[in-house]
């Protein structure tokens, strides 16, 4: 049985076309490739990429501990930060390819679809007496990348548009092509939709 994304609806609703991608059903289009391009390009786009395995780390020892399991400087990563990252084994092979965003009080890390249980399994077993706790959070969030041409972060309004109460904006991850500025931002939304406020956003840009 396929899953849905976590804005299943939302899509529905939007005229997306669906198909299956690993065990996913997420949009192919909505029915104007052309169009759907040319907004990207001139304004805004979003990108629901919930299918993505998702997992949490608290604890004092979590970016000390992840420094030294991981192919990049994750002590070096402020809140509202992301990088690119590779778990390899004792031997130099590639567990799992992920990207490690910070957030105050935790970090959050981007799976590969359905690798979360295989990923924690697979570090559990280099954990001692670190401070650090893996904790499964596919369920939890839905990860949502916004695209923009340049300037203002969209990502309020995004929430607002989708009709979600509750969000939590955080984590930002600038890119760009040439001759334009792109934003590329990572929000997490709360499945539960509460009323409590939603956090500041942090927005990188490069041109």
Not at 40 to 58: E, F, H, N, P, Q
Not at 153 to 165: H, M, S
């Amino acid at each position: 049985m396929s899953n849905q994304l976590a804005l299943n609806d939302v899509h529905r609703s939007e005229g997306a076309r669906l198909r299956e991608i690993s065990g996913w059903f997420v949009p192919a289009d909505y029915g104007d490739l052309v169009a759907e391009h040319g907004a990207v390009m001139t304004g805004a786009g979003m990108i629901d990429r919930s299918m993505l395995g998702k997992a949490t780390v608290t604890g004092r020892d979590r970016a000390a501990f992840l420094q030294g399991m991981l192919s990049n400087d994750v002590k070096a990563l402020q809140p509202g930060q992301g990088c690119p990252a590779a778990f390899l084994d004792a031997v130099g092979k590639v567990v799992s390819l992920l990207v490690v965003y910070a957030l105050p009080d935790r970090l959050l890390l981007e799976l590969p679809p359905d690798s979360t249980e295989k990923f924690l399994q697979a570090i559990d077993k280099f954990l001692i007496s670190e401070k650090a706790e893996f904790e499964s959070s596919d369920d939890a969030y839905a990860i949502v990348s916004v695209l923009e041409k340049v300037g203002t972060c969209l990502l309020r309004e995004a929430v607002g548009v989708l009709g979600l109460g509750h969000g939590e904006v955080e984590g930002a991850q600038a890119g760009g092509t040439k001759g334009r500025s792109d934003t590329r931002a990572e929000m997490s939304l709360s499945p539960d939709l509460t009323d409590t406020a939603l956090p500041g956003s942090k927005c990188s840009r490069r041109t």
